[in-house]
C-alpha cells in the first residue's frame, strides 16, 4: 500500500483517485447512544465524501465507529445530528419505509457470519431477496452464483457450504439487487486465509466492474487491497488515505 | 437476594411477554380447576344442605298399602317412614287450568320427610282444610303468593283453596313432573301441598306413597335391602334419591361440573406446559455460552439443573398464584350464580384447602415439567461444546431436499414448507396450541349443538302435537275440540303412569296412548326408519333396553294401580329425551287406570295464535288442563341461557389459549431467527414481506394442525357426550354445517391475531445490532 495524502479535501480526492462523482457524502455526521450519563458519542462529526467507484476500507479498531459509520451510510441505521447523501439521495431525515426502499435501490450488505437463511438452498438464498424487495432478476441467480464461483453448488443448503463457500452465497445475494454500493463488514473476519483472500478478490473484481465497495474491518492487511483507506480512532477519521496502487487479494496475508 | 436468583428474575423479565403468556395459560388453567371443582364442590354442598335440612327422602315407594310398605321399611332399617298420598288432579290457577299435582303433608306441623321450606307466608294452620302451600316455581309463574287462591279439581267438581304460604320442595328443585317430563311447559304444571284430610276428602284416596329416610351413612346394602323390604311389602315401584326426577336433573348438570373441572384445567395446563417447554428451550439454546462458562468456572451439573428448573417453577407459581385468585372469585360467582337460577334454598360457599393447594401444585408442576427437558439438556452441555457459538448446522433433511424441488413454489413459499421440520419443538407447540383451542371449542358447542338438535328432533320430528287438553270425561268432544278456529287436527290419546317391569328390574316411566295412524307423535326406530304403533304390544324408548335388559319381542309388565297387563315390547325407539313407552289408545286404556278424563292431542295451523287457542280452550267448558307443547322451547331456551353463557366462555377461553401458545411459539420464531429477518430487511424487503413470510410459516403449522384439531375435537366432543347419555337423555353428536368451519375459521382467525405481536416484534428488531450477531 503507498499511502500518498493523509489530510486532502473530498472533492480533491475524489479527483486524485480518477472518480469524480460523489457516491456518498456526509457532514458533521454524529451518532450517540444511550442517553444521560451512560450517553456513548461512537461518531464525532464525520464529514466524509466517497466517489462512485471507489474500494474504501474503513479501518479501526474495536469500538472506533467505523461499523456505526457503515451501518447510516447503508441506511439500516441513524445519525443523532448531521446530513448523509447517498446516489444523491438524503436519507438522514427518511422513515423506516423509505430508508427500506433506499437499501433495495442502491445498496447490498455483506456481513461477517454471512445470515443465510439455513433451510434455504444457494440458490434460493439469493432468489429470496428478489422475490421479497420485487426488484432483480431471479433468471439472473445462477448467473450471480457462477461468478462468484458457486456455479455447481447452487442446489446446495448452507449446512452442505464451507465458510467461503457460504460467504459467496453471501456476495451473490448481496448482488442481487443490483445495488451500485456494496457494503462488506469484516468480510473475512469468520474465514481462514485463502478463503479470506478468495472473497477480496471477489470484492476487487466487483469493484472493478464499476461497483463502489466499502468494507469495514480491523484488519489492516485487508487495506491493502483498497484504493482509499479511512482509519477512524474514538469516533472521528484520523486518516484519510489514497493507495494508487492496490495489492491483489491472492498477496495480501494476515 | 442470592446472584442466581437475581440473574432468574432478571431472566424472566427480559422475555417478560412470552412469561405472561405462558403465565395467563398456566393461570386459565388453574382458575378452571378452581373454579369448576369448587362450583362441583358447592353445589354438590349447597344440594346436600337443602337435602338434609329438609329430609329429602332416600327412597319414595308407589302402589300398594303405604302405611304398611312405610312400616316395612323401618323394619328393614330405615330411620324414619311416613305414607302421604300424592295425586295429579287438574288446577286452575288465576285463568290457566293445567294439570298439577297435589301432595298431603300434615297441618300444623311439617313432615317429617320430605319437607317444604316456607320462603313467602305460612306453614298451613292445624286443623285447616281450604289452605294449600303452593311450589315457588308455579307461584313464580303465575305470580300469585300467600292470600291468593286458586281451585283443584276434586272428584265432586272444582275446590276452592287459599294459598298459605310459598315453599321450596327438595322434591322440585328442578320442576320436574317425572322423568318423562324434565323440560315441561311452566303454565302446565304446578305443584300444590295440601292438608293431609283435605286430600282425602277432595280424592276420597288412601295414602299411595311410603316415603324413607335411611340412616346417616348407610350403606348400599342398607338401602337394598329397605327397597326390598318395600317391595316385599306390597310397592309397585322404589324410586331411589338419584332416580328422582329434580334430584337426577340436577345431577346431569353437576355432572357436567365435575367432568368441566377434570378435562377443560387439563387442556390449559398442558398448552401451558408445551409454551413454557418452548421458551425455555430457546432460553438455554441463547444462553449455551453462558452455561458453558457457568460450568467451566466449576458450577456443578444439578445446580446449573436447579436453576434452569427455578425459572419453570417461577412461571407456574405466577401463574398458578394468578389463577388460585380467580378460581376462588369464580367459583363464589359461579356457585351464587347457579344456585340463584335454579333457587337452591342453600348456597354453601367454601374454598376447599386442598384444592387451592392442588390448583398451586398442577402450575407449579406444570412450569418444572415444562422447564426440566431444557433444564436437563443444559445440565449435560459440556463447557467446551457450550462455549463454541457457532453451531453445528445439520444438513437438511428428505422433506427439505423434497420441497427444494418444488421450483414451481415461489422461494418465500419453499422458505415456509421447510420451516415446518426446521424447529420441530416449535411447529408442535403451535399445532398443539391449534388442536387444544379446537377441542375446547368443540366439546363445548357440540354439547350445545347436539342439545338444541336433540330437543329440535324431538319437538320437530317425534312430539307433533302443539298441545294437550284434559276434559272431564264425555264431556267435550273431539269435534268440539276441531272447531275451535286454528287448530288443524285432533286426536283421542290416553297418558298414565306405569311401571314397566322386566325380569332384571322397573321402570316407572308415562305409557302414551295413540291412534294408531297418529299424526301427533313420530315413532322412530334405532336405525333411523320409521315405525308404526303396534295393534298389540308396545314401542318402547331404547334405554329401556339396557335398564330392563329386554329385547324387541320381549315380554314386560306394565304396572298401574288398575292392575298389570303384559305386553310385548315391538320394537325401540331412537328418541333423545326421556325414554317413555308407546301403545295404541285400545291398549293403553287396557293397562291404565281410569282417570275420569278424557286426553286429546291438538295440532294447530300454520301460523295459529297460540296465545289466543290457550285462552279459547281453556274456556271451554269441560276442559281441565292444556299444555302448550311449544311453550317447552321457552323454558328450554331460559335453561339454555346459563349453556349459552358456558359456551361463549369457552370460546373466548379457547381462544385464549390458542392466542397465547401461538403468540409464545410464534415470538420464539422471530427471536430465533431475528439475524435472517434482519438479513431480509437490510436488503432492503419491507417490512410487511417479511412478516407475511413469517406469517405464513406460523399460519402453515396452525393449518396444518387443524384438520386433526377438528378430529380429535370431534372425538373429544362425542366422549364428553356420551357421559350425559341415561334414561333422562339419548345425545348423539350433532353439529350444524357451519360449526367445523366455524371453529376452524376462529383459530385461524386467533393464530391471524397472534401475527400482530410478532409483527411487531420484526418491526422492532434491531438491523444494525443483529446483522452483526452470530446465529445462536
Redesign the interface.
Given at each position: 500500500m503507498t499511502p500518498t495524502t493523509t489530510d486532502a479535501q473530498p472533492d480533491e480526492r475524489a479527483e486524485r483517485s480518477g472518480h469524480t462523482e460523489p457516491s456518498v457524502r456526509t457532514r458533521g455526521l454524529t451518532r450517540i447512544f444511550g442517553e444521560g450519563d451512560a450517553a456513548v458519542e461512537a461518531l464525532k462529526g464525520i464529514d466524509l465524501e466517497i466517489a462512485s467507484g471507489e474500494l474504501v476500507v474503513i479501518l479501526g479498531p474495536s469500538g472506533s465507529g467505523k461499523?456505526?459509520l457503515c451501518?447510516i451510510i447503508?441506511g439500516?441505521?441513524r445519525a443523532s445530528d448531521g446530513t448523509v447523501e447517498v446516489a444523491g439521495e438524503d436519507i438522514s431525515t427518511e422513515d423506516?419505509?423509505r430508508l427500506?426502499?433506499?437499501?433495495?435501490?442502491h445498496?447490498?450488505?455483506i456481513?461477517?457470519?454471512f445470515?443465510l437463511?439455513?433451510?434455504?438452498?444457494a440458490r434460493?438464498n439469493v432468489?429470496?431477496?428478489i422475490?421479497?424487495?420485487g426488484?432483480g432478476d431471479k433468471g439472473r441467480v445462477p448467473e450471480l452464483l457462477e461468478a462468484v464461483g458457486l456455479g455447481d453448488r447452487v442446489?446446495n443448503?448452507?449446512?452442505?457450504l464451507s465458510g467461503g463457500q457460504q460467504q459467496r452465497v453471501a456476495v451473490a445475494?448481496?448482488l442481487?439487487?443490483d445495488p451500485e454500493l456494496l457494503f462488506a463488514?469484516e468480510p473475512t473476519g469468520a474465514l481462514d486465509l485463502p478463503t479470506g483472500q478468495q472473497i477480496l478478490a471477489l470484492l476487487q473484481d466487483l469493484n472493478a466492474q464499476g461497483r463502489t465497495v466499502i468494507i469495514v474491518t480491523h484488519n489492516s492487511s485487508v487495506a491493502q487491497i483498497a484504493n482509499r483507506v479511512l482509519t477512524l480512532v474514538d469516533g472521528r477519521i484520523e486518516s484519510d488515505e489514497t493507495n494508487t496502487s492496490p495489492a491483489a487479494a491472492a498477496d495480501v496475508t494476515w | 437476594m442470592q446472584a442466581r436468583t437475581h440473574k432468574t428474575l432478571r431472566d424472566l423479565t427480559r422475555q417478560k411477554a412470552q412469561v405472561i403468556a405462558v403465565a395467563v395459560t398456566i393461570a386459565l388453567g388453574v382458575m378452571m380447576y378452581i373454579a369448576t371443582a369448587g362450583a362441583y364442590q358447592n353445589l354438590s354442598a349447597s344440594y346436600d344442605a337443602t337435602y338434609d335440612r329438609l329430609a329429602f327422602a332416600d327412597l319414595v315407594a308407589s302402589g300398594g298399602d303405604a302405611q304398611a310398605v312405610a312400616q316395612a321399611a323401618l323394619d328393614a332399617g330405615a330411620s324414619e317412614a311416613i305414607s302421604r298420598t300424592q295425586v295429579d288432579p287438574p288446577l286452575l290457577i288465576e285463568d290457566t287450568k293445567l294439570l298439577g299435582r297435589v301432595i298431603s303433608v300434615p297441618s300444623g306441623e311439617h313432615p317429617s320427610i320430605d319437607d317444604v321450606d316456607v320462603i313467602d307466608g305460612d306453614y298451613l294452620e292445624d286443623g285447616v282444610t281450604d289452605q294449600v302451600l303452593l311450589e315457588r316455581h308455579a307461584a313464580e309463574t303465575f305470580a300469585i303468593g300467600p292470600g291468593d287462591t286458586l281451585e283443584v279439581f276434586a272428584a265432586d267438581g272444582w275446590a276452592t283453596v287459599t294459598i298459605a304460604g310459598v315453599v321450596d320442595s327438595p322434591e322440585y328443585l328442578w320442576p320436574a313432573r317425572s322423568r318423562q317430563d324434565i323440560l315441561g311447559d311452566p303454565h302446565a304444571f304446578a305443584v300444590v301441598f295440601a292438608p293431609e284430610d283435605a286430600v282425602a276428602a277432595w280424592f276420597a284416596a288412601d295414602p299411595n306413597q311410603a316415603l324413607a329416610l335411611l340412616p346417616n351413612g348407610a350403606s348400599d346394602a342398607t338401602r337394598d335391602q329397605v327397597s326390598d323390604a318395600m317391595e316385599a311389602a306390597g310397592a309397585s315401584s322404589v324410586m331411589t334419591q338419584e332416580e328422582q326426577p329434580s334430584n337426577a336433573t340436577l345431577s346431569e348438570d353437576l355432572q357436567g361440573f365435575d367432568q368441566m373441572s377434570k378435562a377443560f384445567p387439563a387442556l390449559f395446563l398442558i398448552a401451558a406446559g408445551v409454551a413454557a417447554w418452548v421458551l425455555l428451550t430457546r432460553r438455554i439454546l441463547q444462553e449455551k455460552p453462558v452455561i458453558g462458562t457457568l460450568m467451566a468456572a466449576g458450577a456443578r451439573r444439578g445446580r446449573v439443573l436447579r436453576h434452569y428448573l427455578g425459572q419453570g417453577l417461577w412461571i407456574g407459581l405466577i401463574g398458578s398464584a394468578l389463577g388460585v385468585v380467580l378460581g376462588v372469585l369464580a367459583n363464589s360467582a359461579i356457585t351464587t350464580a347457579y344456585t340463584g337460577f335454579i333457587g337452591v334454598p342453600d348456597t354453601v360457599i367454601q374454598n376447599y384447602p386442598w384444592m387451592i393447594v392442588a390448583g398451586l401444585s398442577f402450575g407449579a408442576v406444570v412450569g418444572a415439567l415444562g422447564a426440566l427437558g431444557p433444564s436437563v439438556t443444559a445440565s449435560r452441555t459440556a463447557p467446551a461444546a457450550a462455549m463454541r457459538t457457532q453451531g453445528t448446522?445439520?444438513?437438511?433433511g428428505a422433506w427439505?431436499a423434497f420441497v427444494?424441488r418444488q421450483t414451481w413454489l415461489?422461494?418465500?413459499g419453499?422458505?415456509a414448507l421447510?420451516?415446518l421440520v426446521?424447529s420441530k419443538r416449535r411447529t408442535f407447540a403451535t399445532m398443539l396450541g391449534t388442536v387444544l383451542a379446537l377441542i375446547m371449542v368443540l366439546t363445548s358447542v357440540g354439547m350445545l349443538t347436539s342439545i338444541m338438535q336433540a330437543i329440535d328432533i324431538q319437538y320437530e320430528e317425534i312430539n307433533l302435537e302443539d298441545a294437550t287438553v284434559v276434559t272431564q270425561r264425555d264431556t267435550v268432544g273431539a269435534d268440539a275440540l276441531a272447531e275451535v278456529d286454528g287448530v288443524a287436527a285432533v286426536e283421542t290419546t290416553h297418558l298414565g303412569q306405569v311401571t314397566v317391569v322386566g325380569q332384571n328390574g322397573s321402570y316407572a316411566t308415562a305409557l302414551h296412548g295413540f291412534e294408531p295412524d297418529t299424526r301427533m307423535h313420530g315413532f322412530v326406530g334405532l336405525d333411523g326408519s320409521r315405525v308404526e304403533l303396534p295393534a298389540e304390544g308396545i314401542l318402547a324408548g331404547q334405554a329401556l333396553r339396557d335398564l330392563l335388559d329386554v329385547e324387541a319381542g320381549d315380554t314386560v309388565t306394565l304396572h298401574t294401580e288398575a292392575g298389570d297387563s303384559d305386553v310385548t315390547i315391538a320394537a325401540f325407539l331412537d328418541e333423545p329425551i326421556g325414554t317413555a313407552v308407546y301403545a295404541t289408545n285400545a291398549t293403553a286404556a287396557s293397562a291404565l287406570p281410569d282417570a275420569g278424563v278424557d286426553t286429546f292431542a291438538l295440532a294447530f295451523d300454520e301460523g295459529a295464535d297460540r296465545d289466543g287457542l290457550r285462552s279459547t280452550v281453556t274456556q271451554i267448558d269441560g276442559v281441565v288442563a292444556y299444555q302448550d307443547s311449544r311453550a317447552i322451547i321457552a323454558t328450554i331456551d331460559e335453561y339454555l341461557g346459563l349453556f349459552w353463557v358456558f359456551i361463549g366462555v369457552m370460546i373466548v377461553l379457547g381462544t385464549v389459549l390458542a392466542l397465547a401458545v401461538m403468540y409464545v411459539t410464534m415470538a420464539v420464531n422471530v427471536v430465533e431467527r431475528t439475524?435472517?429477518l434482519?438479513?431480509?430487511?437490510?436488503?432492503?424487503?419491507?417490512?410487511r414481506?417479511?412478516a407475511g413470510?413469517i406469517a405464513t410459516e406460523n399460519m402453515l403449522a396452525t393449518i396444518v394442525a387443524i384438520p386433526v384439531g377438528l378430529v380429535l375435537g370431534v372425538w373429544s366432543a362425542s366422549a364428553f357426550l356420551q357421559t350425559f347419555n341415561d334414561d333422562l337423555f339419548t345425545l348423539e353428536l350433532r353439529w350444524a354445517w357451519w360449526t367445523l368451519p366455524a371453529a376452524a375459521l376462529g383459530v385461524v382467525l386467533a393464530a391471524l391475531i397472534s401475527q400482530w405481536p410478532a409483527s411487531r416484534q420484526i418491526r422492532k428488531v434491531d438491523?444494525?445490532t443483529v446483522?452483526?450477531?452470530?446465529?445462536a
Open positions: 461499523t456505526t451501518n447503508g439500516i441505521d423506516p419505509g427500506s426502499d433506499f437499501r433495495r435501490d445498496v447490498g450488505f456481513f461477517q457470519f445470515n437463511i439455513p433451510t434455504l438452498t434460493e432468489e429470496v431477496i422475490e421479497m424487495t426488484r442446489d443448503f448452507p449446512a452442505q445475494r448481496a442481487a439487487t463488514d | 448446522a445439520k444438513p437438511p427439505s427444494a415461489p422461494t418465500s419453499r422458505m421447510r420451516d426446521r439475524g435472517e434482519a438479513t431480509l430487511r437490510a436488503a432492503g424487503a419491507p417490512l414481506r417479511v413470510a438491523i444494525a446483522v452483526r450477531e452470530r446465529a
